[in-house]
């Protein structure tokens, strides 16, 4: 294996350890002595540099993926594209790959499976306004820290195919489970290929398992054109009915079938989140039990159903206390400042009217009395309110 450990890249990037090592490249910890911070270095592997192929690939899509930033994408600082070595510099992630944590775990719940969903879809919808398709989505491009925040890596540098599979190296084969059917024909692929391979994703987090195994790669890509996976709720009883179908439409064989945009996936994930009973009017959706059949009704997106046998387990609770807590924190300032406001203007009433005659002064205090009053209620009243709040 290639060894950079203990030299310095182009004057700037003292090489540390082996992070890991892909199929096209080993990934490095670095320190940059110039912008004085760690990094990630992947160097593309000795044996690929005379490949031309890979070597086009390595420079043209890395230019791409520099112009994207987002939190839940691994940011790319700068590339190299010299004879004899082409690197990457990008941000340092701190944390484990999402596939060592399926690994880790077994399968993952719900709450913290949506919350990885949505990150990442958020990030391909940052791409793909872009004009970037990632096209090798997977657990391994994942990164996970131990926040719970994701951030995705590899953005389009990859670009798999069918005929790519047959001479990848064992860890590149990882890559032929999640891709599309048309990746896994040779076909040209767009935005709704990653749509697939998060599908993907999402039934590996929710079962602890693939959709489609075989030692051989050949065999997983023909199922991915061929084959139809065991339904997730097959696997695991516990996965709430919407979240299986938002899976299913995700991995659907023709990619016209599927979510056409990040956008539109990451909308349903948010309904489902808000309501985890609910059944999405999808027509390739058919219950196993007849009496629940849920009938396609045009121009409907969703609809609350009755109980299903996600209730009876540990439902997630996902009320959103933090966005709660701004908006409270904002109405209370509001109140307080009207109420402040109000308490200026009074005095300065009052102060018109101190030269005034007798009996109009005498208003003006019988008024300002009253005023303290209605200030003194309000002002119990947001005070209460923060009370009742904060505990
Ligand atoms: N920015 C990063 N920060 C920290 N660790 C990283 C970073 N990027 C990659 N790694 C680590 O390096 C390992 C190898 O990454 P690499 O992208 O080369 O391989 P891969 O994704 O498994 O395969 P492929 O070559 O198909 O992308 C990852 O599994 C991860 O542990
Ligand atoms: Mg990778």
Redesign the pocket.
């Known amino acids: 294996m290639d060894n950079y450990t203990g030299k310095r890249l182009d004057g700037r990037y003292e090489i540390q350890e082996v ?9 490095y ?1 670095a320190y940059d002595n110039i912008d004085d911070r760690t990094v ?1 270095v ?1 160097i593309l592997k000795e044996e690929y540099l005379a490949n031309e192929e890979f070597r086009r690939r390595f420079k043209n899509e890395s230019k791409a993926i520099a112009v994207l930033s987002h939190p839940n994408i ?1 940011k790319v600082f700068n590339v190299s594209y010299g004879d004899r070595l082409q690197y990457i510099v ?4 701190e ?3 999402l596939k060592e944590y399926i690994e880790q775990q077994g399968k993952l719940g719900i709450k913290e499976t949506v919350h990885f969903t949505m990150q990442i879809l958020r990030a391909l919808q940052h791409a793909h306004d872009k004009g970037i398709v990632h096209r ?1 989505i ?1 657990p ?2 994942i ?1 996970l820290l131990s926040n719970g925040n994701i951030k995705v ?2 953005f389009g ?2 670009r798999f195919s069918y005929s790519d599979t047959k001479t990848m190296t064992d ?2 084969i ?2 032929v489970h999640y891709i599309s059917p048309e990746q896994a024909r040779g076909d040209t692929t767009d935005d709704r290929a990653d749509i697939y391979s998060v599908g993907v994703v999402l039934y590996e987090m929710l079962t602890g398992q693939l959709p489609f195994q075989s030692d051989n790669s050949v065999s997983v890509a023909l199922m991915q054109l061929q084959s139809d996976p065991k339904r997730p709720r097959e696997l695991n009883s516990s996965i709430p009915v919407g979240l299986e179908q938002i899976v299913m439409h995700a991995m659907q064989k023709n990619a016209k079938d599927r979510y056409l945009t990040a956008a539109e996936m990451l909308l349903d994930i948010e309904e489902f989140k808000r309501n985890p009973t609910i059944r999405f009017q999808r027509d390739y959706f058919v219950d196993n039990d007849p009496t629940k059949f849920v009938p396609k009704k045009p121009n409907v997106n969703t609809i609350p159903t009755q109980q299903t046998s996600y209730q009876n387990t540990n439902q997630p609770d996902y009320s959103d206390f933090e966005e709660e807590e701004e908006r409270s924190g904002k109405v209370d300032l509001l109140q307080l400042v009207l109420v402040s406001d109000c308490l200026f203007l009074r005095c300065l009433f009052l102060y018109f009217f101190i030269s005034s005659p007798m009996y109009s002064s005498l208003i003006c205090l019988l008024y300002l009395i009253s005023s303290v009053k209605i200030m003194k209620q309000k002002l119990q009243a947001v005070i209460t309110k923060k009370i009742l709040y904060l505990s």
């Open positions: 992070i890991g090592v892909g199929g096209m490249a080993v990934v910890k990630a992947k691994v990008m941000e340092y992630v944390g484990i790959t090798d997977k391994q491009n990164m890596t590899d540098i990859a860890s590149a990882g890559s």
